[in-house]
């Protein structure tokens, strides 16, 4: 039996949060760099980041730093330094889009291609293999069997998002941003087009549907699909959320935790990628973090569009559903549901005219509820709740600790005594301690025992303490605890000297890449991206959208569809249209056309 360390792989917007994610059970975190991170406004020091990675590795889990925009010729030096500079602070690997740091003069760091490199064939996966990558993120759009079919053709290991955020777009392939207001998507600076309301209409002007935000999808959430996807051949479970505060990413960690802590428990040839227990003083509930509603993903689908990954009522977040408005008072309403509501939350519903109305509860009576501020709401409505008060103020507190499993042995040498401490992963430390032994005149060995496993804020917790003494030995409670102490130093040191940092160096490489022409498809920004492709006998490499905007070219690649969502698809559907294509998605002065694939199940979407 092989078995696999499986790694959950969290978000952090800085070191703080970082370091809660490997509190409440993330075997990695990835981050983002000073400059040249795909969320331009999650940037950290190189003095946060190893703050960060000193931590982490404590518990034996790595740092992934994002680099992952496509890049100048001008900013080509400055990405090089900055990835020596990390790699001395001792990140285990950078995540990239541009092909132009493979070109350049690297430290021998692990090199992982972003989801933002569109990831989603064999062929694509297998060059990035070749090229050297030492993990490669899959687009988020494949199915289990294809990403089956994937892990059985190549040996990288294999990188899926399973929570958190969907850009309605493939990965890297969205340019609305760029085209409509010189932000590009690929540089960190994505304007969210797709989470704006929009007119629906067609060639005649004809209104389908109006004030809807048709491109806004709902959050994935594949936390009941971890062990297909294991069995599938995935290594890393990755949660979107460079963005979020600590509060999401302790709750939505400790979440999945669980899930995988279950799997591996019944599952030998699975085990975590990382060091360390996790104990939580609260019960994790995805439905009470940031959510706009949650979708698989057609995970399982076989590429069928048979759920609503849409949620075209808003892009805020949603919550969780907590019952019905029952009647309504003056300045009170009742509610019919078994969630407890209490005084500080905040709820939500959809009104009439399909717009999410929020409001903050200031008290609470029973079922009945007494709205800071009345809201126009009748009898019937649905209820949600998008901030608990009370869940919040507990995630605001301490919430969660690791500790790692030590066993300590006591035991005699001629002129004194020996402790030695032995982790989960086989690591041990000794230390003699010279010292005049006096019999004791009471039982000692159980106190003894006792005040050695006294482990208090260390990372560590004794499971097993034996005191292997051929007497029974008087050693004072202060004298112990100054041994524990010099001990848990030791282990901690060996620990350290015993970690290392992936060493992965980038060979030059000529395989041919799976296409001979490129478009502006294929992002290269600069002339080292350039040789990259044409080394690797592409014979045909255009400029990227944001060095030469293109008229008339989509600007947008997904699997979502208008026509599927409204229920007229002429595949699923057999509808018949009463409408003349194209269709347009009109807010103020943009205006979008779309343009259907039925053979790919695509929608396509170009400048109006």
């Not at 230390?431 to 005049?436: D, M, N, R, S, W």
């Not at 496993?453 to 005191?467: D, Q, R």
Request: aromatic residues 10%; proline residues 4%.
């Amino acid at each position: 039996m092989r078995i696999r360390n499986i790694e959950l792989l969290a978000p952090a917007k800085n070191a703080d949060t970082g370091i809660e994610a490997i509190r409440h059970g993330a075997d990695a975190v990835y981050i983002g760099a000073p400059q040249f991170s795909a969320r331009a406004a999650a940037g950290n020091s190189l003095e946060e980041i190893e703050r960060l990675v000193t931590f982490a590795h404590q518990y034996d889990a790595r740092v992934y730093v994002a680099l992952n925009t496509i890049l100048t010729d001008s900013q080509l030096p400055e990405a090089e330094a900055l990835i020596h500079s990390l790699y001395r602070i001792g990140v285990d690997a950078i995540i990239v889009q541009d092909m132009g740091i493979l070109e350049l003069n690297l430290p021998p760091i692990a090199i992982h291609a972003s989801t933002q490199t569109d990831n989603r064939t064999v062929e694509k996966v297998k060059f990035m293999e070749e090229c050297g990558f030492s993990q490669v993120v899959l687009a988020r759009e494949l199915t289990i069997p294809l990403i089956k079919e994937i892990a059985s053709q190549t040996k990288v290991p294999l990188e899926v998002f399973v929570h958190g955020a969907l850009c309605v777009s493939y990965s890297g392939q969205c340019y609305v941003s760029q085209a409509y207001t010189n932000r590009s998507a690929n540089r960190g600076e994505c304007a969210q087009f797709c989470r704006l309301p929009y007119r629906l209409e067609d060639a005649n002007g004809k209104v389908i549907a109006t004030n809807q935000h048709l491109l806004s999808l709902k959050d994935m959430n594949r936390s009941e699909s971890l062990e297909q996807l294991l069995d599938a051949g995935v290594t890393s479970l990755k949660i979107e959320g460079r963005l979020k505060e600590t509060s999401y990413v302790k709750n939505i960690t400790a979440y999945y935790r669980k899930k995988l802590d279950e799997i591996i428990s019944r599952r030998p040839e699975y085990r975590a990628a990382s060091s360390g227990k996790c104990s939580f003083n609260f019960t994790p509930a995805p439905e009470k973090s940031f959510n706009r509603g949650f979708t698989d993903y057609y995970i399982d689908k076989k590429n069928t569009k048979q759920e609503s990954i849409a949620n075209f009522n808003t892009p805020k977040s949603q919550g969780e559903f907590v019952g019905f408005v029952k009647a309504l008072g003056r300045n009170f309403f009742t509610v019919s549901g078994i969630v407890t509501l209490n005084n500080g939350d905040g709820l939500c519903f959809i009104n009439e005219k399909g717009d999410l109305v929020g409001f903050r509860v200031n008290r609470v009576e029973d079922n009945r509820v007494f709205p800071a501020e009345m809201p126009t709401i009748k009898a019937k409505t649905k209820l949600y709740r998008n901030f608990d008060q009370e869940f919040e103020r507990q995630l605001s507190k301490p919430t969660a600790e690791r500790k790692i499993n030590i066993s300590i042995e006591l035991s005699e040498v001629p002129f004194g005594f020996a402790l030695t401490l032995t982790d989960e992963n086989k690591k041990s430390a000794s230390v003699t301690f010279p010292y005049e032994k006096q019999s004791a005149q009471t039982p000692q060995r159980e106190n003894t025992s006792r005040q050695l496993s006294k482990l208090g804020n260390t990372i560590f917790t004794a499971t097993n303490v034996e005191v292997k003494t051929r007497g029974d030995w008087f050693i004072p409670a202060s004298q112990l605890a100054e041994w524990r102490r010099i001990g848990v130093e030791k282990l901690e040191n060996v620990r350290r000297i015993a970690f290392r940092q992936p060493i992965a160096r980038i060979k030059e490489t000529n395989h041919p890449f799976v296409e001979q022409k490129l478009t502006y498809l294929a992002n290269v920004a600069n002339k080292k991206a350039e040789r990259f492709y044409f080394q690797h006998q592409v014979k045909e490499v255009a400029p990227a959208f944001e060095l030469n905007p293109l008229k008339d070219v989509p600007l947008m690649f997904m699997k979502h569809c208008v026509k599927y969502a409204l229920g007229v698809c002429p595949v699923h559907h057999k509808a018949k249209a009463d409408y003349r294509e194209p269709l347009y998605l009109v807010n103020k002065n943009t205006r979008l056309r779309l343009e259907f694939d039925c053979g790919k199940c695509e929608m396509r979407v170009y400048q109006g």
